[in-house]
C-alpha cells in the first residue's frame, strides 16, 4: 500500500476523533436486485436516527436542531476562536449522537462561553430555532444553558459507579423519574427463570412513572418511536419486495411484525430466521439490539447496518474450511488432543454499505448476533468481520507516522504497507475459522476448569494457531498469501505489538486487563524470553529509543509451535496451575519504563485515538417509469455536511 492511500480514506480530525470514510468494493458487480436491496434497507437505517439520540438523552434533539439551526444560519463572524469552539464542539456531538462522550459517556465540555452560545442563538431568525408552543427564545437559552453549561447536571450518560443509583444519576434516557430500586423491583417478578426460550425482557421499552405508577413504554409503532419507526417499517416493507429469497423475506416480514406490535417474542422469532438465512449476498441488521449502554443491562439501544458479502475474502475463508483437517493433523500440538475429525468454521466477511443508529459513525469491526443465548445455542449465531472498515481503519493508521516511529527498520515499513492488509486479514480468518476450531479436551476434562483465565488462553490459542500457520509452505501453494514476505510482515507485526505498541492502550502504572491484549503479551514475551538465549527476537535501542527486531523468523515459528503444543495440553488436561502461571508471568505484568517511552513517543505523534466513519451516498437513478435503474455510490468527503444532510432528511421525531 502506498502512503498516499490514507489521503483516500481520511475525511478530518478534531479534539480526540479521526473521521475516515470506508469504499464499497464489488459493490457495482452486485444484481440490480441486489443493489435495490441494499438501497432500501440504508433508507430503513438512516430513518432511526433520532430514535438513538433519544436514548441517549432526552434533550439531545432539541440540542442537536439548535447547533443545526446555528450552523445552518449563523451569518456573523465565523473566523473567531469562539465560532471555531463551537464549530468543534458541534462536531463533537454529533459524533457522540448526543452530548455525552461515546466512550467515557462524560458529559462534553464547550470550549466557548455561556455568553457566546445566547448570542449565537439570538443571531437566528426565530423561525429557525425548535422553539416549542410558547416558548420564548429567552425560554430556550435558559434552558439549553443549565443542560449543557452546568457541570451538576447530567453529568454522565452511564453512571455505575459504586453506590452510585444507576438509574437516577444516569443522563441516559431508558428511565425516566424512577430509581434503581424500583426499576429491579418492577422487572424482578417478570422474571421466569424456567422458560427455556426466555425473551430478553425489557429490551424495547423506556420505564416511566405515570401518575405514581411505573409502567413500561414500549417502542413500537403507535407507540414510544412510532413516528421513525412507521418510516422504518416503509422502507423494510419495500426492500422486503427485492429480497433474494423466501428465507430472508420471511425474516424481513417478521421485523416489520415486531416493529409493529413491540412483541418481545416476535423479536426472538425474527432472529430465528435472520440466522436461519446464511445464503443471501445482502444481509443487515436493524433493531434495539446491544444493552451497553443501559446500566442495568437490560435495554438495547437502536442500531442498524446494510453489508453485502465480501467475495474473494469468503473465497479464502473458504479454501481455509475445506483445508481444515489438514492443519488440524499437521499442528505440532499432541496427537492425543487433535480432533480425527474437525470441521472449519466457515465465517462470512462482510463489506458495510451503511451505518446508522449505534453504529454511526463509531463503527465496530465484528459482529456475533443474535444475544438471546437460547437461540445462539439452538438456532446457532452469525459471525462476521467488517472488511471495509478494517481496512479503512488500518491503512490510515499506517499513514500517520506511528508505524515510522516504532518498526525497527525501514525494511519493516515497507513489507506492512504492502502485505499488512492481506496478512492482517489472513492472521484473522486462520484464527477464526481453524484456530478456535482446532483440539479437543482429554476425557473428563471439566471445559471450566481454567476459569478466569480460559478467554486469555483461548485467544492465545488461536492466534498462535495463525502464526503458526501463517508462515506454512501450504498458505502459499493454497494461493492465499502471494509471498514469505507478507508473512514476515505478520510476524514483525505481531511480536511488536505485543512487546511495545500495544502499550499505547493502558494508562500510567496499570496492569494488562483485556484478554485479547493478555494474550497478545503473553505470546510475545514468552517468545522473547525463549528466543534471547538464541537471539532470536532482539531488543535494542536506537537514539535512546526502544525497538525489537527479530532475528531468526523460523525459530520464532517453531517457538508458537512450541508454546500452541503447550497451551493446547493445559486446555486439553484443564490444567490451571500452568495456565495461571504462563498468564500472570508473561501476560499481565507492565515494563514501567518502557511504558513510559512509548506512551510519550506515542504523545509526540499527536493521533486521535477514536475513529469514526462516515457514509457513502447511495444514490438511486430512476428512469421515466420512476423505476429505479441503478444506484451509484457517491463517496463523502464533508463530515459536517452529512450531519446536517441526515439532520434534514432523517429526522422523524419532535423535541
Ligand atoms: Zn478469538
Redesign the pocket.
Known amino acids: 500500500m502506498q502512503e498516499s492511500d490514507d489521503f483516500k480514506y481520511f475525511v478530518e480530525q478534531f479534539e480526540d476523533i479521526r473521521v475516515l470514510r470506508y469504499m464499497l468494493p464489488g459493490f457495482e458487480l452486485l444484481t440490480l436486485q441486489q443493489k435495490k436491496l441494499v438501497y432500501y434497507l440504508s433508507q430503513a437505517a438512516l430513518s432511526g436516527r433520532d430514535i438513538l439520540w433519544d436514548q441517549n438523552f432526552r434533550f439531545n434533539i432539541l440540542i442537536r436542531k439548535t447547533l443545526e439551526a446555528i450552523i445552518e444560519n449563523y451569518s456573523g463572524d465565523k473566523t473567531t476562536d469562539d465560532y471555531n469552539a463551537f464549530l468543534i464542539y458541534a462536531k463533537r456531538v454529533f459524533f457522540a449522537n448526543g452530548i455525552h462522550h461515546h466512550y467515557s459517556h462524560d458529559k462534553l465540555k464547550p470550549g466557548f462561553t455561556q455568553t457566546y452560545f445566547s448570542y449565537l442563538i439570538r443571531e437566528i431568525n426565530k423561525e429557525r430555532l425548535p422553539l416549542g408552543k410558547g416558548q420564548t427564545v429567552d425560554d430556550l437559552i435558559s434552558s439549553l444553558s443549565e443542560i449543557i453549561f452546568d457541570d451538576n447536571n447530567y453529568k454522565r450518560k452511564v453512571e455505575q459507579r459504586s453506590g452510585a443509583d444507576m438509574v437516577a444519576e444516569s443522563a441516559i434516557n431508558l428511565y425516566h423519574d424512577v430509581n434503581q430500586q424500583e426499576v429491579e423491583a418492577f422487572y424482578s417478578d417478570k422474571i421466569n427463570h424456567n422458560d427455556p426460550h426466555p425473551v430478553l425482557l425489557g429490551l424495547n421499552s423506556q420505564v416511566v412513572k405515570k401518575n405514581g405508577k411505573i409502567v413500561e413504554e414500549i417502542y413500537k409503532s403507535g407507540g414510544l418511536y412510532g413516528q421513525a419507526l412507521d418510516k422504518i417499517i416503509n422502507w423494510i416493507e419495500k426492500a422486503s419486495e427485492f429480497a433474494e429469497s423466501d428465507q430472508q423475506r420471511k425474516a424481513l416480514r417478521l421485523l416489520i411484525d415486531f416493529y409493529r406490535s413491540g412483541d418481545l417474542k416476535t423479536w426472538d422469532d425474527f432472529n430465528v430466521e435472520w440466522v436461519k438465512d446464511k445464503d443471501s449476498v445482502v444481509d443487515y441488521t436493524n433493531g434495539f439490539i446491544e444493552t451497553y449502554s443501559d446500566p442495568m443491562g437490560m435495554k438495547a439501544t437502536w442500531e442498524a447496518i446494510v453489508n453485502y458479502t465480501d467475495s474473494d475474502a469468503t473465497k479464502r475463508t473458504r479454501i481455509i474450511a475445506a483445508n481444515a483437517q489438514w492443519f488440524e493433523d499437521n499442528s505440532p500440538v499432541q496427537p492425543q488432543y487433535k480432533k480425527e475429525k474437525v470441521t472449519g468454521i466457515f465465517a462470512k466477511v462482510i463489506n458495510i454499505a451503511m451505518l446508522a443508529g449505534e453504529c454511526y459513525p463509531y463503527s465496530p469491526i465484528g459482529i456475533n448476533l443474535p444475544n438471546a443465548n437460547w437461540i445462539r445455542k439452538e438456532v446457532g449465531s452469525k459471525s462476521v468481520t467488517l472488511a471495509n472498515i478494517t481496512e479503512a481503519n488500518d491503512i490510515s493508521s499506517r499513514g500517520n507516522g506511528f508505524l515510522e516511529e516504532f518498526a525497527a527498520s525501514q525494511a519493516e515499513v515497507e513489507r506492512i504497507k504492502k502485505y499488512g492488509t492481506l496478512s492482517d486479514a489472513l492472521h484473522t480468518d486462520l484464527?477464526?475459522c481453524v484456530?478456535?476450531a482446532s483440539g479437543k479436551l482429554a476425557q473428563g476434562t471439566d471445559p471450566n476448569s481454567l476459569k478466569n483465565y480460559a478467554s486469555t488462553l483461548?485467544?492465545a490459542r488461536?492466534d498462535l494457531f495463525a502464526l503458526y500457520y501463517i508462515m506454512d509452505k501450504k498458505i502459499l501453494d493454497l494461493g492465499l498469501l502471494p509471498s514469505e514476505d507478507a508473512a514476515i510482515a505478520s510476524y514483525d507485526a505481531y511480536i511488536r505489538n505485543g512487546l511495545m505498541t500495544q502499550l499505547v492502550r493502558i494508562k500510567p502504572g496499570k496492569n494488562i486487563e483485556e484478554a485479547h491484549m493478555r494474550n497478545r503479551s503473553l505470546i510475545s514475551q514468552w517468545v522473547y524470553e525463549k528466543g534471547n538465549r538464541g537471539n532470536i527476537v532482539e531488543k535494542f535501542k536506537k537514539n535512546e529509543k526502544s525497538f525489537v527486531r527479530i532475528n531468526d523468523y523460523s525459530g520464532v515459528r517453531s517457538l508458537f509451535g512450541e508454546l500452541l503444543k503447550e497451551i493446547q495440553r493445559i486446555k486439553s488436561e484443564g490444567d490451571y496451575e500452568a495456565g495461571k502461571r504462563l498468564v500472570e508471568n508473561y501476560g499481565v505484568k507492565v515494563d514501567a519504563n518502557l511504558h513510559a517511552e512509548i506512551l510519550e513517543r506515542y504523545e509526540k505523534l499527536n493521533l486521535a485515538p477514536y475513529i469514526g466513519f462516515i457514509n457513502p451516498g447511495l444514490i438511486p437513478v430512476f428512469n421515466g417509469e420512476g423505476e429505479i435503474t441503478d444506484v451509484k455510490v457517491e463517496y463523502a468527503d464533508d463530515y459536517l455536511g452529512q450531519m446536517l444532510e441526515y439532520g434534514r432528511d432523517y429526522s422523524f421525531l419532535t423535541p
Open positions: 484464527h477464526e484456530g478456535h483461548e485467544e488461536a
